[in-house]
């Protein structure tokens, strides 16, 4: 069971890439994804047995962020075939740079991407230090194709930049890995790195070397999550990846090496070090919303809006299982809404870079008049990503405030709501604008040369019909983070407990 | 042996420095290659002499991949991306070195802190891999071509196995060959990155790749 | 209770099928109008009920929520906010069923009844909440239904920063609301208001941390920027509720975070008094700078929270120094100038749409002689502008009366009290009402005189006309409702008697309950005189109709002196009527003034005009955010484009934890 769920995407990745037909592909790429959601609601049914000795098992917290992976990855399949039927055969200028790029082939994009939901099962499933550290290179080394599908200089530079920083600190994880295995030669002679196992005899393992081993594994997956200082890749690989990607980039991988910090998090706490993996966690939280607040002021560029913003989210999610209690609570349920949120902002997005054909919100204008249904995600996005009911980001946000006023940290939440207030007036200063106002700018603006200037050329002001499939996955996103400001029925309550429990958090 | 795997060790030390003088890109290929093959001798001079076959085995394909197979993708790369064969750093030779003199010194400390003593190893060991690992860093830091930078990650990579087959090569083996594989599949994604960045800019020089910025 | 979750739903119901009709815009205006009527009076009817049996209700429904329960409750502090939020809505609704559908395009008409009626929904649910995350919720809610109203006109650049500033403001008070509920419910672990405790130590703290988030909400100076902007970008019956209504809830809040803090310091008063002096003074003199009439009002607005909340600090500060009198006299002011400041700033309100529905303009300068061609807007007007500057027969003079008698008592009473600011608090207070009175009948005198009096100034204000009976009826009904108040004057220490006792300590209700019978024999004698005034004008009328009966009356031009040609252009202006009272309160706030002065023997231009921005937004708030701004721009660097530096970064960041955590 547990190995379907990495093995069928990824053998429908090898299909896809011996695949002739493009139609068949992406038919292959929803089928696979569906398939997916269905392994996964038949493991939430009925918890599949571990296999390969533990290595591979399914505790709450997996079941919760393969649940996220599951959805979300589908949801981003169906926006994927309508993306592709509209990009992936023709051979699109890039307004401002002159030489018309060309896409990736089809078949190499649909197969990573596919790879990319095997890597991310395999990251989330995994408990063997080990098996995950392989796991979380692989998504780095698979994503990099998706970032370059649209072949231009700028493109690859975010590519070559992702990769090299991902790598550099997937290999600080590679050694903190290491250090576990030191830390734990002194109740074993021999190597073992199986979560349970570790776990098991926490309180027998070093603990400098287990410290070093946190600082190490910490800084490592932080850097793939995106926790500042080592966020920098992520800015500029979500401003340029194709639009699905960057919604996947930042709903599921970052989560994906959320998960793995949590993983040391959990080991640290039952070693009886939890204080020491917590103060750590508030700390980069803190950073990140600082680092990410900083970037968001006045940001122009609206995909790297959203980039820093993910960053923000990551330092909350930090945050809240630093603080620990019920903010650890909702540290998962943050997992959940900012995953549904960003992807469908990431969409919306795209949508509107598809129609203006620039990311500058300084010539976005009025994307509600020529394209309502992308203009409401664009406010429901807003209102979700920075907290508003009746959004489930604001009940996610409170809970993590809650925690920390029950813990008396008040310098903290002093900290937390300014950074969050910050980013809320930031991202609606820039946001606001772009959605509203006119698509053509009054004649009384006149540029440097005397011209009247149109912010979208004359035949853009006949709005095409906004396809279902640009529409539908990101609404879909949306009712999920609208229901959880409203609803959070019991058993999801008690499962995100358990999940917070299982990681420590809590 | 322990004589042995401390002069390997020094040699690794000797190595970094290399590295960190050396002006030519063949020069600095070939460093890696030899810190690769010295990598590769650890666990065998540690173990030594209970080797069992698999580990013989693991210690043979990583000096065949890290001493072989990527330097000859990195010379291939260079080729193909007709660079020049010069470093083009962004601190000098001399500071470069100076600063691995330093950072030694910083692996003395970071290593004095943890509770080495423990582990029946040579003395050195931790040190010694803390200060690849720097040396490593302060390459892909302070070099200006992609090139150079898959090199220092190499040389990060090596630091790492440096600690890792010391004390981590026995079982399960599985693992060790997912990671020594990530990193093959790393560098190669890395080359064909490479490659497209030569196409793309007709340069690997990274002061090309700045445009994304605030 | 549960004619009041009907009306709730009737709200929900009436606003979602609104929005859904988009096919035909003028049935879905009358399903929003509809459903916000019949909500309201539902509404109303449960908080009646309440109002008469003095019984409270309280119902608990299900819901899955963390921290949270579908708790709601009217007591009697929470129907005397019901109360105006119910009939304002009612009226502001049937005006907007008419004013809506003619001013404004057809596409916007369903969002904005949904969410009219969501604003509604929400602000009745604030009030009757039980619990701290429904509560915030549905103060959120109503923050988001009244931004999206504001945004109506939403392709107006100024419109858009309006909505940003208010969006903004909302949500920085909010941030202080947060804590205070999470501080309140850390000791009983959930937020049910029941089980809500103050800490021993940290009722000043959380007095404050109310203060700053429900004052934003209610506009206290200087939290009030967002004000002057929101208000005149809605449409004029949402700016009624907004300003009439909506910004109460605040006032609400601060009374009912007060339930719980059991004993406050005595600074507490002090705290809400010379915040209220401040707002009063500052708003009416910021009224008094404008020339856009909704503008105006929308200042107005803060002078008249001002005067509420100079009310609850003399309440406070008789509940702190334990004069029965003064606590008495000085809540139930605030709580009558609640419902009077909501009857008469949505009259004006109305009326100030209903002059832009007939001109075009709400330019104070560019009307004129409109009494003429809109009777009923114009006299209504009258009426409200009367009742704002606190004159009598009407309602306003009725609550700040109140206000000034309980100081008056507290300081007949200092014989019980050691403090040497009594005196103090007394020039304060009372030079301030007046102050502030006298500065808003002066303000009143330049709207109502430059607007509806003299000629029109413009050809806008020429074409002006009457608008439609909707509009009037809805105008004609709150001008009734400012007479009635003062009319019925001694029932209201009755009504809001119940309410004073849930505010004050327990130990002292006894007390309390006296000083409610006490305080009814000046409104007797207010009730009394105001009748015998209508009567007497009802009189003269009558006298001057018998005695012109069967004559002719001529209606001719003013005489002006026999000057040739006078031109409309030769009126007194509003920036010229305001000038004298700017320059000798210049010192408050910067009027940008340019002026050209009549020079030489033959002067051929002379020009006037006076701008004013607000002084805290523009010396408080822009500077701040621009620091903050350019602090950010500064740092920009650290993410400037080479990866040598990203990797340095990390490196460094592992460095450093390795040295200094490991040790």
Same mark, same amino acid.
């Given at each position: 069971m547990l190995w379907f769920l990495v093995a069928v995407p990824a053998t429908a990745a090898l299909l896809a890439f011996a695949l002739p037909w493009n139609w068949g592909r992406r038919l292959l790429l929803v089928a696979c994804a569906a398939c997916h959601v269905g392994l996964t609601a038949a493991a939430v049914i009925q918890r599949p047995e571990p296999v390969l000795n533990g290595w591979i098992d399914l505790d709450d917290a997996s079941l919760l962020f393969l649940i996220i992976t599951s959805i979300v990855f589908l949801i981003a399949s169906f926006y994927t075939v309508g993306y592709l039927a509209r990009e992936g055969h023709r051979m699109p200028t890039k307004p401002g740079e002159d030489a018309p790029f060309v896409n990736f082939p089809e078949a190499v994009f649909t197969g990573c991407l596919l790879l990319f939901l095997a890597a991310m099962t395999l990251v989330v499933v995994s408990h063997h230090w080990g098996l995950m550290w392989v796991a979380v290179e692989a998504t780095t080394l698979v994503s990099a194709p998706l970032i370059y599908f649209h072949r231009y200089p700028r493109s690859l530079e975010a590519t070559w930049k992702y990769l090299v920083i991902c790598s550099v600190g997937i290999a600080l994880a590679l050694l903190g890995n290491f250090f576990l295995a030191v830390a734990a030669r002194t109740y074993e002679t021999s190597f073992h790195l199986a979560v349970a196992d570790l776990e098991h005899h926490a309180r027998q393992l070093d603990p400098l070397w287990l410290?070093?081993?946190?600082?190490?594994?910490?800084?490592?997956?932080?850097?793939?999550?995106?926790?500042?200082?080592?966020?920098?890749?992520?800015?500029?690989?979500?401003?340029?990846?194709?639009?699905?990607?960057?919604?996947?980039?930042?709903?599921?991988?970052?989560?994906?090496?959320?998960?793995?910090?949590?993983?040391?998090?959990?080991?640290?706490?039952?070693?009886?070090?939890?204080?020491?993996?917590?103060?750590?966690?508030?700390?980069?939280?803190?950073?990140?919303?600082?680092?990410?607040?900083?970037?968001?002021?006045?940001?122009?560029?609206?995909?790297?809006?959203?980039?820093?913003?993910?960053?923000?989210?990551?330092?909350?999610?930090?945050?809240?299982?630093?603080?620990? *209690?019920?903010?650890?609570?909702?540290? /998962? #349920?943050? @997992? !959940?809404?900012?995953?549904? $949120?960003? %992807?469908?902002? +990431?969409? =919306?997005?795209?949508?509107?870079?598809?129609?203006?054909?620039?990311?500058?919100?300084?010539?976005?204008?009025?994307?509600?008049?020529?394209?309502?249904?992308?203009?409401?995600?664009?406010?429901?996005?807003?209102?979700?990503?920075?907290?508003?009911?009746?959004?489930?980001?604001?009940?996610?946000?409170?809970?993590?405030?809650? *925690?920390?006023?029950?813990?008396?940290? /008040? #310098?903290? @939440? !002093?900290?937390?709501?300014? $950074?969050? %207030?910050?980013? +809320?007036? =930031?991202?609606?200063?820039?946001?606001?604008p772009i959605v509203f106002g006119n698509a053509v700018k009054d004649s009384d603006h006149v540029t440097a040369d005397g011209n009247s200037q149109p912010f979208a050329p004359i035949h853009l002001l006949y709005p095409p019909a906004e396809p279902l499939w640009s529409i539908v996955p990101p609404m879909l996103l949306g009712i999920i983070t609208l229901i959880h400001g409203l609803y959070v029925p019991q058993e999801l309550s008690d499962f995100l407990h358990r999940a917070a429990i299982a990681t420590g958090a809590e | 042996m322990t004589s042995w795997l401390d002069a390997t060790l020094v040699l690794l030390i000797l190595t970094s420095l290399w590295l960190l003088g050396s002006s030519r890109l063949q020069a600095c290929i070939r460093a890696v290659a030899f810190q690769g093959l010295l990598v590769g001798l650890i666990p065998l001079l540690s173990k030594w002499p209970e080797i069992s076959l698999r580990l013989g085995g693991v210690a043979v394909l990583s000096m065949a991949i890290k001493a072989i197979v990527l330097p000859a993708m990195l010379r291939r790369a260079v080729r193909e991306a007709n660079v020049l064969n010069e470093v083009q750093p962004l601190i000098g030779f001399t500071t470069s070195l100076l600063l691995g003199i330093a950072l030694w010194g910083l692996a003395m400390h970071i290593a004095g802190r943890l509770p080495v003593q423990t582990l029946n190893v040579s003395a050195i060991l931790v040190p010694v891999a803390i200060f690849t690992v720097l040396c490593g860093l302060l390459l892909i830091v302070s070099r200006n071509t992609a090139v150079m930078q898959v090199i220092g990650y190499l040389g990060l990579e090596n630091g790492i196995y440096v600690f890792g087959w010391a004390f981590a090569i026995e079982e399960p083996l599985l693992v060790e060959m997912g990671v020594l594989l990530d990193v093959f599949v790393a560098v190669f994604v890395m080359g064909i990155t490479m490659h497209h960045l030569s196409r793309e800019f007709d340069t690997i020089e990274t002061d090309e790749l700045s445009s994304l910025k605030d | 209770?549960?004619?009041?979750?009907?009306?709730?739903?009737?709200?929900?119901?009436?606003?979602?099928?609104?929005?859904?009709?988009?096919?035909?815009?003028?049935?879905?205006?009358?399903?929003?109008?509809?459903?916000?009527?019949?909500?309201?009076?539902?509404?109303?009817?449960?908080?009646?009920?309440?109002?008469?049996?003095?019984?409270?209700?309280?119902?608990?429904?299900?819901?899955?929520?963390?921290?949270?329960?579908?708790?709601?409750?009217?007591?009697?502090?929470?129907?005397?906010?019901?109360?105006?939020?119910?009939?304002?809505?009612?009226?502001?609704?049937?005006?907007?069923?008419?004013?809506?559908?003619?001013?404004?395009?057809?596409?916007?008409?369903?969002?904005?009844?949904?969410?009219?009626?969501?604003?509604?929904?929400?602000?009745?649910?604030?009030?009757?909440?039980?619990?701290?995350?429904?509560?915030?919720?549905?103060w959120e809610g109503m923050s988001l239904a009244s931004f999206f109203l504001v945004l109506t006109d939403h392709e107006r650049e100024r419109t858009q920063r309006a909505a940003w500033i208010y969006l903004a403001a909302m949500h920085l008070g909010t941030a202080c609301l947060l804590v205070l509920f999470l501080l309140l419910g850390r000791s009983s672990g959930d937020l049910d208001f029941e089980r809500f405790t103050c800490e021993p130590g940290s009722a000043g703290i959380l007095f404050l941390l109310a203060v700053v988030g429900f004052g934003t909400k209610a506009g206290f100076i200087p939290v009030h920027v967002w004000l002057p902007e929101a208000h005149p970008a809605a449409p004029s019956h949402v700016s009624a509720v907004m300003s009439g209504v909506m910004i109460k809830t605040g006032i609400y809040g601060l009374l009912r975070i007060l339930t719980f803090l059991g004993d406050v310091p005595s600074w507490s008063g002090w705290t809400l008094v010379v915040v209220g002096v401040l707002s009063g003074i500052l708003g009416v003199l910021f009224a008094l700078a404008q020339h856009d009439l909704k503008k105006l009002l929308a200042y107005h607005s803060v002078e008249n929270i001002g005067i509420i909340v100079i009310g609850l600090g003399v309440g406070l500060l008789g509940l702190a120094h334990r004069i029965p009198p003064m606590a008495v006299l000085g809540f139930a002011g605030a709580m009558l100038h609640v419902l009077n400041h909501a009857l008469f700033k949505s009259l004006l309100f109305l009326g100030a749409g209903a002059?832009?529905?007939?001109?075009?303009?709400?330019?104070?300068?560019?009307?004129?002689?409109?009494?003429?061609?809109?009777?009923?807007?114009?006299?209504?007007?009258?009426?409200?502008?009367?009742?704002?500057?606190?004159?009598?027969?009407?309602?306003?003079?009725?609550?700040?009366?109140?206000?000034?008698?309980?100081?008056?008592?507290?300081?007949?009473?200092?014989?019980?009290?050691?403090?040497?600011?009594?005196?103090?608090?007394?020039?304060?207070?009372?030079?301030?009402?007046?102050?502030?009175?006298?500065?808003?009948?002066?303000?009143?005198?330049?709207?109502?005189?430059?607007?509806?009096?003299?000629?029109?100034?413009?050809?806008?204000?020429?074409?002006?006309?009457?608008?439609?009976?909707?509009?009037?009826?809805?105008?004609?009904?709150?001008?009734?409702?400012?007479?009635?108040?003062?009319?019925?004057?001694?029932?209201?220490?009755?009504?809001?008697?119940?309410?004073?006792?849930?505010?004050?300590?327990?130990?002292?209700?006894?007390?309390?309950?006296?000083?409610?019978?006490?305080?009814?024999?000046?409104?007797?004698?207010?009730?009394?005189?105001?009748?015998?005034?209508?009567?007497?004008?009802?009189?003269?009328?009558?006298?001057?109709?018998?005695?012109?009966?069967?004559?002719?009356?001529?209606?001719?031009?003013?005489?002006?002196?026999?000057?040739?040609?006078?031109?409309?252009?030769?009126?007194?202006?509003?920036?010229?009527?305001?000038?004298?009272?700017?320059?000798?309160?210049?010192?408050?706030?910067?009027?940008?003034?340019?002026?050209?002065?009549?020079?030489?023997?033959?002067?051929?231009?002379?020009?006037?005009?006076?701008?004013?921005?607000?002084?805290?937004?523009?010396?408080?708030?822009?500077?701040?955010?621009?620091?903050?701004?350019?602090?950010?721009?500064?740092?920009?660097?650290?993410?400037?484009?080479?990866?040598?530096?990203?990797?340095?970064?990390?490196?460094?960041?592992?460095?450093?934890?390795?040295?200094?955590?490991?040790?």
């Open positions: 410290k070093a081993a946190f600082l190490l594994l910490l800084v490592g997956y932080g850097t793939k999550m995106g926790l500042a200082p080592m966020h920098t890749w992520l800015p500029d690989a979500h401003s340029e990846a194709p639009t699905m990607v960057s919604a996947l980039l930042s709903g599921v991988l970052l989560n994906c090496a959320f998960l793995a910090i949590l993983r040391g998090h959990a080991l640290l706490v039952k070693a009886g070090l939890g204080d020491f993996s917590r103060e750590l966690l508030v700390l980069f939280g803190l950073a990140s919303m600082t680092v990410a607040a900083v970037f968001i002021i006045r940001q122009m560029d609206y995909k790297r809006l959203l980039a820093y913003s993910s960053v923000e989210h990551m330092g909350v999610l930090a945050l809240g299982v630093g603080i620990g *209690g019920v903010a650890g609570y909702g540290s /998962m #349920l943050h @997992a !959940v809404n900012h995953s549904a $949120a960003k %992807a469908m902002l +990431f969409l =919306a997005a795209g949508n509107t870079l598809a129609y203006f054909h620039t990311k500058s919100a300084n010539d976005v204008r009025g994307v509600f008049r020529v394209l309502p249904v992308t203009g409401i995600l664009w406010i429901v996005g807003l209102l979700a990503i920075t907290g508003s009911p009746p959004f489930g980001t604001f009940l996610s946000e409170f809970a993590v405030l809650k *925690g920390m006023v029950d813990n008396n940290r /008040m #310098l903290v @939440a !002093v900290f937390y709501l300014i $950074a969050l %207030a910050t980013a +809320f007036v =930031a991202i609606s200063a820039t946001v606001l | - | 209770m549960w004619l009041f979750v009907a009306g709730l739903i009737v709200f929900f119901g009436g606003g979602v099928v609104s929005l859904l009709m988009r096919m035909s815009p003028r049935l879905a205006s009358m399903v929003g109008c509809v459903a916000a009527v019949t909500g309201s009076l539902l509404a109303l009817g449960s908080a009646a009920h309440v109002l008469f049996t003095g019984q409270a209700a309280h119902v608990t429904m299900a819901w899955q929520i963390p921290f949270g329960s579908l708790a709601l409750g009217i007591d009697s502090l929470s129907a005397i906010f019901v109360v105006p939020i119910a009939v304002i809505v009612a009226v502001a609704a049937i005006y907007g069923g008419q004013y809506l559908p003619s001013s404004y395009r057809s596409s916007v008409i369903g969002p904005s009844w949904f969410f009219f009626n969501l604003l509604a929904a929400t602000m009745l649910l604030v009030v009757v909440a039980r619990n701290g995350l429904l509560f915030l919720l549905c002059v832009q529905h007939g001109t075009g303009t709400r330019d104070i300068d560019r009307l004129g002689g409109l009494l003429k061609k809109m009777p009923v807007t114009g006299t209504t007007f009258l009426v409200g502008a009367c009742a704002i500057s606190g004159l009598p027969p009407l309602n306003g003079f009725v609550s700040e009366l109140l206000i000034y008698l309980g100081v008056l008592t507290g300081v007949a009473d200092s014989s019980r009290v050691a403090e040497v600011g009594w005196a103090l608090l007394c020039v304060l207070v009372v030079g301030g009402l007046a102050l502030i009175g006298g500065l808003a009948a002066a303000c009143f005198t330049k709207a109502f005189g430059c607007a509806f009096l003299g000629e029109p100034r413009s050809e806008d204000a020429e074409r002006g006309h009457e608008v439609g009976a909707a509009m009037r009826a809805s105008m004609v009904v709150l001008a009734g409702a400012c007479f009635l108040v003062a009319l019925t004057g001694p029932i209201w220490p009755y009504v809001y008697g119940s309410a004073v006792v849930a505010v004050a300590p327990a130990s002292f209700h006894g007390e309390v309950q006296a000083a409610i019978e006490q305080s009814r024999f000046p409104l007797m004698v207010v009730c009394v005189s105001s009748w015998a005034f209508l009567a007497m004008v009802g009189l003269l009328a009558m006298v001057r109709r018998a005695l012109l009966s069967g004559r002719q009356v001529d209606r001719v031009p003013t005489w002006d002196c026999g000057y040739a040609a006078p031109t409309p252009r030769m009126q007194y202006t509003a920036s010229s009527f305001a000038s004298p009272i700017l320059l000798l309160f210049r010192m408050f706030f910067r009027p940008r003034i340019g002026q050209h002065l009549p020079t030489g023997l033959f002067p051929k231009q002379a020009s006037f005009e006076s701008e004013t921005p607000d002084v805290f937004r523009e010396y408080l708030f822009e500077p701040v955010f621009s620091a903050v701004a350019w602090t950010a721009l500064r740092l920009r660097w650290l993410q400037h484009g080479r990866l040598q530096l990203y990797v340095l970064y990390i490196a460094l960041t592992i460095l450093v934890l390795f040295i200094w955590k490991l040790g």
